[in-house]
């Protein structure tokens, strides 16, 4: 497997940036993307590897979608990649805040 493929300035995918309030009065920013499968090098047949990875300095914050912890701070290149979340793409796939939604 990959272990990754980072963004990069010349994709030709898009992105956008939320601020949601959260149930307790908190406000999280959530970043989204999509990105070509032809960048990624895959196709619709193909699967991919997928973790989040969070960090944040203040208030100190850092987490990631596969339960790989260690301390005190670690990066997202620690992360097993081992441990990624495996997902078979195809035609109706859409990555998503619920990881895999089937339209």
Known sequence: MNAESPLKKNSRGSGRIDYVTTKE??????????????????????SIYLCYFAYSPKPYLVLNSVGFATEPIYSERQVPTAMYHKFKLNRKAVISDNWLVRK
């Open 25 to 46: 009065g908190s406000t999280v920013r959530i970043d989204s993307f999509k990105i070509p499968l032809v960048e990624l090098k895959r196709n619709h047949v193909d």
